[in-house]
């Protein structure tokens, strides 16, 4: 199959991507600790990958409560900026674009990486019973069970809505394309979407439009930051992720999608159910989504070219997301226009380590050398 529509450029707000083959964020667990300041290797990991259309960084705490993964970046301190700006800079060489992905883990996450060994905020207590990444003495990821949830105040939620306003600014700051709200995979934005793990009973809980409230708010926020023309987000409407189910209820994620698109963003990253085991979509529900957002949509999970092909001819989306692919893969891109063989993944060094597995996946030119 020719994948001639994956190299047409394509809109994002007032921008334009080369191609509609994505970097999907991938979190690699590399950054340094304290302070969770991207590694160094960093700018050359994403600058290897600038023939995408656009590299979408991995996940990004917008503050040290934010954090739930040992070795995951953030961006809210001037040492973070400065570090992300060698990055970006390093794409911007390469005639790359490049946005940063911010979220707030929420329950998925562990005391020893919180703020006074706290136990990290959700919507409710609700314990899923998931596990996180910590890291050993050597600093290589270690698996660790979360520690259980506590409802975030009121004023808690006021500042996680600041603080994704303050990263949005950071992003800025640090030369970004722009930015990607976290609201998928049952992280914060997520939980409190979700109906199995927001038991609240005051404004942020209980009816669709309560629980949709603090992903609005955190919209909101970011396009005062930033604008709406600078600001993206990822979603995950149907399946469940990290433990916490989000069900197959499509009318209340089609209106959350209606809500989103009232705000003019850049786009709408949808990451599918079956990467995860999920139920994939239907050919119905990817026209609901299309009918609800007027502007780019990425689709993640599952893809290959040829999927990405049929799909982007069909009118459901308008690029697509590869992940792991492009973990093995520099030249993504380069590869799938020219029907190229892909290099063999390495797992165990997909998350901590040093650059094996990181920055020394060969190039196609590299293998025919």
């Given amino acids: 199959m020719a994948h001639d529509s994956l190299f047409e450029p394509v809109k994002m707000g007032s921008q334009t991507l080369k191609n509609r083959i994505i970097m999907a964020p991938l979190t690699r667990l590399r950054a340094v600790e304290p302070g969770d300041v991207p590694i160094t290797w960093a700018a050359e990991y994403y600058s290897q990958r600038a023939g995408a259309g656009l590299v979408i960084t991995e996940a990004t705490q917008v503050s040290f409560q934010a954090k739930g993964y040992a070795g995951a970046p953030g961006l809210h301190t001037q040492d973070q900026v400065t570090a992300w700006k060698a990055i970006v800079d390093n794409v911007h060489a390469k005639d790359g674009k490049i946005v940063v992905q911010l979220w707030h883990t929420g329950l998925v996450s ?26 050993d003495s050597d600093n290589q990821a270690i698996r660790a069970d ?6 975030a105040s009121l004023d808690e939620i006021q500042q996680v809505i600041a603080d994704f306003a303050h990263a949005t600014k950071c992003a800025q700051e640090a030369g970004f394309d722009g930015i990607e709200i976290h609201g998928a995979h049952g992280y914060l ?33 970011c396009v005062d930051a930033w604008d709406a023309d600078h600001i993206g987000i990822r979603i995950s409407p149907l399946g469940t992720f990290n433990n916490v189910e989000g069900g197959y209820e499509e009318d209340d994620n089609i209106w959350l999608i209606e809500q989103i698109n009232k705000r003019g963003l850049m786009y709408l990253h949808l990451s599918e159910p079956d990467w995860a085991g999920g139920t994939p979509y239907s050919d119905e529900f990817r026209q609901r989504v299309r009918d609800a957002f007027d502007q780019t949509i990425i689709a993640a999970g599952g893809y290959d070219a040829d999927k990405a092909e049929k799909n982007i001819k069909a009118g459901y989306i308008d690029a697509v997301a590869f992940g792991r692919d492009y973990i ?4 993504l891109a380069e590869r799938i226009q020219k029907g190229a063989p892909l290099n063999e993944q390495h797992p165990e060094s997909f998350y901590g380590g040093s650059t094996v597995g990181y920055t020394d996946y060969p190039y196609l030119e590299q293998k025919q050398a």
């Fill in 146 to 151: 979360a520690t259980p949830p506590r409802p």
């Fill in 110 to 135: 562990h005391e020893s990486v919180q703020p006074e060994r706290r136990a990290p905020i959700s919507a409710s207590d609700v314990d899923v019973g998931i596990r996180t990444s910590l890291r």
């Fill in 189 to 221: 934005l997520h939980q409190f979407w979700a109906e199995h793990t927001n038991q609240r009973d005051d404004e942020y809980g209980g009816s669709r439009e309560n629980r949709a409230r603090l992903t609005l708010d955190v919209i909101d926020a």
């Fill in 328 to 331: 093995a893969n520099p030249d």
